[in-house]
């Protein structure tokens, strides 16, 4: 069946590739148009600030929305092929012991991490980003790899960001 992926729209979809060069080709082309469409606004960051690319998902999966409900787009099991009987589907149950684990499994590894290497690896991410912000043009990858590999967790990599970038709010788009 070809619903979903369009494959019935040609005969042979691989004979001489021609079609795949005309897909590769519109997906460059539509590429090349959203880049130049945020650098035009001045880089990604002035594109979230701005809510453009909130904007831009929210049309889009408004769009695609009401093709499935027009029917213009085909979904199996939503609006073509729909069973008539309702199918039960068995919830996922997590170990509730998989919470105390992974506490555990953390603070083993900060007792057994260096301690002073992580402090330091986060210090230098903080300091990084600081530069960053100021418009310095640095790569902030080799002190985000550090602070990794000195065994820092993801709260505090994200702690030191937030010292220097702040919460993320996301602008109201609509």
Known sequence: MNNENCIGHTV????????????TTQIEEKGRYW????????GAKAAIDSGYYLKEMAKG???NQKEIESGERKVVGINTFVLNKKVEIPL??????????????????RQRRDKARA???LDELSKTAEKKAKGEEINMVPAMLEAVR??????EIFAALRKVYGEYRPPAVF
């Not at 880049?35 to 001045?42: A, D, F, I, K």
């Open 61 to 63: 999966q408004y769009q």
């Open 150 to 155: 000195a065994y820092a967790t993801e709260g």
């Open 92 to 109: 996922f149950k997590g170990d509730p012991k998989g919470e105390a684990k992974q506490i555990a499994r953390l603070n083993k590894i």
């Open 119 to 121: 402090t330091r690896s």
């Open 35 to 42: 880049y130049e469409q945020v650098q035009n606004m001045g």
């Open 12 to 23: 042979d979809p691989l004979a001489g590739s021609y079609y795949l060069e005309s897909l």
